[in-house]
C-alpha cells in the first residue's frame, strides 16, 4: 500500500509540475489603456489582457499577467521575469536585435493630439513640447522627426500623464498610438477642443510591422507556438470578439 501511496504522490507531483511549465507568464504595462490597464477592482483588463486570455485558451495553456513598467519590459524578460511580452511593441529592427517577435496581431498608426485646426509638418513645434511615452517609437520618431528641428520632447513613463499635461498647458502636443488617443483623450471631457492634427504615421523604420510578441532570442519554439495561436484566433473569431470589445474598426491592419 505504501508503495502504491507513493507512486500515487509522485505522480501527482509529476501532473503539477507539468501543469505549472505550461503556465505562460506575460509581461505587460498597465498604464496604455484601452490595451491595458489596472481595473476598479485591482484585475489587469483592457484588449492586451483579453489578447492573453484568448491566446492562452487557444494553446490550452494557463496564463498569468506580470505588471511591469514599460521601459523595464525587455530588460525583465531577458531576466527570466516572464516567458513573452504583450503589451503593444512594435516590432523594430532595433527591438529585434535583443528579443524575437511573432508577427503582429495589430497593426495602428500613431497620431498628434493637438488644438483642432493646428497644421503639422516638421517645424510646427519648434520651441514648443511634444509629450511621448518613454521608450516607445513613438519617442524615438519625435526625437529625429520634430527633435532635430528645435521641438522639445517630453518623455513620459504612462501614457496618461501626457493628456493631463496636454489638457493643463504644460506641453503642447501628444503624439501617441492612434487608439489611444481617441478612446483616452478625445473621447473625454478633456478632449474638447482638441483633435488628431497631421497626418498618419506609419514609417516601418520607426514603427515596425505593427505590434507582435516578443520573447527571448532563440525561442523558436514559443515563437511558432504564439504564431499559431495567432492564427488560430483570427479564424475561429476568438480575435474578432475581443477587438469588437473596445475598438469600432479593425485594428488588425492590412
Known amino acids: 500500500m505504501k508503495k502504491v501511496l507513493v507512486f500515487t504522490t509522485l505522480a501527482a507531483l509529476a501532473a503539477g509540475a507539468t501543469a505549472q511549465a505550461e503556465t505562460l507568464r506575460f509581461g505587460i504595462d498597465l498604464n496604455y489603456p484601452p490595451f491595458s490597464k489596472q481595473g476598479a477592482d485591482g484585475k489587469p483588463q483592457g484588449f492586451d489582457v483579453d489578447m492573453i486570455h484568448a491566446l492562452c485558451a487557444a494553446m490550452k495553456t494557463s496564463c498569468q499577467v506580470v505588471p511591469q513598467d514599460w521601459d523595464g519590459l525587455i530588460p525583465a524578460l531577458n531576466a527570466n521575469k516572464f516567458d513573452a511580452i504583450?503589451?503593444?511593441m512594435q516590432?523594430?529592427?532595433e527591438?529585434?536585435?535583443?528579443?524575437?517577435f511573432t508577427r503582429k496581431y495589430y497593426n495602428i498608426p500613431s497620431r498628434v493630439i493637438g488644438k483642432a485646426g493646428t497644421q503639422v509638418d516638421q517645424n510646427t513645434f519648434k520651441g514648443k513640447k511634444i509629450g511621448v511615452l518613454r521608450a516607445?517609437?513613438?519617442e524615438k520618431f519625435a526625437r529625429d522627426y520634430w527633435g532635430k528641428n528645435g521641438a522639445r520632447i517630453v518623455a513620459y513613463s504612462k501614457s496618461p500623464e501626457s493628456f493631463l499635461d496636454l489638457k493643463a498647458g504644460r506641453v503642447d502636443a501628444v503624439f501617441v498610438d492612434g487608439a489611444v488617443g481617441d478612446t483616452e483623450f478625445l473621447k473625454t471631457p478633456n478632449g474638447k477642443g482638441y483633435a488628431f492634427i497631421g497626418p498618419n504615421y506609419s514609417d516601418a523604420k520607426y514603427f515596425g510591422l505593427g505590434a507582435g510578441i516578443a520573447v527571448k532570442k532563440g525561442n523558436k519554439a514559443l515563437v511558432d507556438r504564439l504564431n499559431q495561436a495567432i492564427d488560430q484566433i483570427r479564424k475561429d473569431g476568438s480575435y474578432?470578439?475581443?477587438q469588437d470589445k473596445?475598438?469600432?474598426?479593425?485594428?488588425?491592419?492590412?
Open 86 to 88: 504583450l503589451s503593444s
Open 91 to 93: 516590432i523594430t529592427p
Open 246 to 254: 473596445y475598438f469600432s474598426f479593425d485594428v488588425y491592419g492590412g
Open 136 to 138: 516607445s517609437t513613438q
Open 240 to 242: 474578432k470578439k475581443v
Open 95 to 100: 527591438r529585434q536585435k535583443a528579443v524575437d
